[in-house]
């Protein structure tokens, strides 16, 4: 059944020189934890968790700081033992320099852990309800870089059945090896990890996507596979080609469903799994800690020692850097990140998240400034990149022109901002940052919108009030005049006559007095 | 420490719009050595003559309109549309011809309407067809080639006759100057004689026009190199050349005496060069994948249609023009389906 497995593969993407070999000479080594930890408390996708400590609190290493504040969102730990001695604004990873509300924590070099819960050694047999409140308690996220919390993620409840679970091993970005490391290294802990994920979505095969020019890892895996009596988890080896990393297109890859448009993976049956947040969730299933470390790639040459290190949440950039050897002279750029998705900082201070799987350190020759950017040629060689099978020149015409709506005709949103068109355009065009401007644009325009349509209604509802009670009062007016009319005809032609009219009329006026049909106030 | 910034991707490929017009001048030079060898002296002046006043022109145009202008100019795109313009003009016409229709390639056709990328005809083209429609006559002079004449006019002759615009003393133009294979062919066929007849005359090679037949196998060379080079795709000069075979091949069945063999449509005139480096003009061409085999096949269709019905003897001109028109239109009805996108919502 498994050898039978076809071989497929997706629409464009580039081969790149992966620039892998730098940063895998030597094993993982762990850094020291420094003086000072800054814990952004939005590092995931959805709301920022909510403090639990005050300035000033002790803490222990592995105690929850700050709790998930919502369904999608994640919990924080304290990477070590030490005092809070701050909760605001800090510089935080993001491309404008921005600054969010963090906790700063002084560490006492005690590096002392908390109480932590049981291992729950008998996944096996527990309800997984509760295998995913140890999943969302421990704070885990998509640690590929997406940072999406796994608790949510792996709540299939009321999709459509998994049958298959995709572990993401591709790595396709160049430069970045600490998935590759921590496969050659931990490669019995990534299959612990994918019993429990397999398990929790009722995965009944499971696939391992990893490319061709990590052989060393995918040989580890088949190791640890084989002392497993694991049946049904299987490394498929693809070929290099970025983005095969991108989740659909590993999807597509390895199952040749395609994961429909604006979908998500379960729409075609698949859960989609870093390996390195498979490792996550098996320490904190297995050995019930939470996630306040990872391993990250510190790379280009740019810095002295490339290599791979596990670091604690929350470590400045510059301290990993310095730690890990230092900036070379040749330092020019430093991304986060990847070459092709990774964003530029403006300077090293900003701590290392749950997402942050690299540090590039580049050099000149390895990020060339932008060339300038000329007009558009239309030569198509965007499209046969386009690994969303979109015509970015299309979408660029329009995002350029402000033109969002036909922007969108031509899928702006399904765009994955994987940077394929950019690196083929002959014209220099920086595509994807149009994309991304005209994304910003859409929603903010959006956001505007929703809040128009609130004042809308709100007018509209004030608009009804008014009207209402204008015609209440009309009613009970008619009511008072017909009152005095009635009077003044008492002495009519048949006084019998005029008091039925007369009681009639006051029954009319009475439901006409009554707010839910103020249109037909006396029957007209 | 502070570093420099920028968006992704941080990488750039090794493409400019400099290296696919050199790669286009590449693959334009056997064609045009196989003219020069066929027509001589003339077309090279031509070329001369063409290829400054669209550097001037377009520089010209930039200094005024206050854009960079030697970051323009290098991408060569001048070149190539004043390259692609003197391969279509007759070998002796007069200079200032030459001028004017390059001028009003460069400055009208292409710059006004905002430059490289925004033109939405093809300069060339437009050129050429101003020029057409203005001096038919010296315009459809052309030398016979010289397998037929057996002696080209020398450089200085050449020389005389394009900048004097009078033949050497002595000389009339009619002794000169011949018809294309694509103009003898239409007199002939209006005179209502026979295919096979017209066949015996001299002019006629193994598939096509003597000495044209082979300026085309030439210029299918450099088009297969653009095509392996991945400059073009092969969609628009295959449906493009698929469709005027198809077209042309079904009249020459029906009636094989007043409609010529198919593969005369394709070596006679400027139907290879048409398609592969006039029609693939990326700027004003369809880019979608299915666009572009629609776009070259209603251009090979027109092709036939004007070459057989028309009033002008070659019509890669006036067909690629017209299908430029249509070209944005087309584009949007064949949007691709993009990846998880079902066959059935296809807008
Ligand atoms: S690759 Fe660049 S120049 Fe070519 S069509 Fe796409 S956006 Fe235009
Ligand atoms: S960045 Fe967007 S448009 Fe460009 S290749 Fe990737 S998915 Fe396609």
Redesign the interface.
Known sequence: MADARKDWS??GG?H?DDHKAESTGQPVRRLPIPDRLTLPLHQHIGLSAEPVVRVGDLVKKGQLVAQASDYVSASIHAPTSGRVVGIGPQAVPH?SGLYDACIVIESDGKDAWTDLPEPMTDYATLPTADLRERIRWAGIVGLGGAAFPTAVKVNTSGQRPIDTLVINAAECE?YITCDDMLMREQAADVVEGIGILRHLVGARQCLIGIEDNKPEAAEALRQALSTKADTGTEVVVIPTLYPSGGE?QLI?LLTGR??????LPAAVGVLCQNVATAVAVADAVLRGRPLIERVITVTGRGVRQPGNFRVAIGSAA?FVIAQSGG?SDA?????LGG??????????QVPVTKATNCLLA?AQDE??????E????????C?KVC?????P??IFWHARAHDFDKAQ???LF?CI?C??C???????I?L??YY?FAKTEIWAQEREREKSDLARRRHEARVARIERLEQERKARLRQKKEALEQKSGESAADPKKAAIEAAMRRVAAKKAAQPPEPETPGGE | MQFATGSSPHLAGPQSVTRVMALVLLALVPGTLAMLWYFGWGLLINLAIAVITAVVAEAAILLLRGRPVAATLIDLSAVVTAWLLALALPPLLPWWQTVLGTTFAIVIAKQLFGGIGFNPFNPAMAGYVLLLVSFPVTMTRWLPPEVLSGNLPSLADSLHMIFSGTPPAGQTWDVISGATPLDQMRTELSQNRMISEIHKSPLWGDFGGRGWEWVGNWFLLGGLFMIWRRVISWRIPASMLGALLLVAGLFWAIDPETHPFPAFHLFSGGAILGAFFIATDPVSASTTPRGQLIYGALIGVLVFIIRTWGGYPDAVAFSVLLLNMAAPTIDYYTQPRIFGQRKSNDA
């Open positions: 997706f629409h580039v790149l491309p160049p659909k597509r395609e994961v429909p448009s604006h979908g510059d900036y330092v020019r750029q430093l991304i070459p092709m998705m990774g964003f530029a900082m403006q300077h090293d580049a990020v060339p400034a932008h060339p300038a000329r007009p558009c040629i239309r030569c198509g060689e499209v690994p969303a099978q979109l015509l020149q299309q005709d031509y899928h399904d901002e940077g394929c950019a690196y083929v355009c002959p014209a220099h920086p994807v940052h991304r």
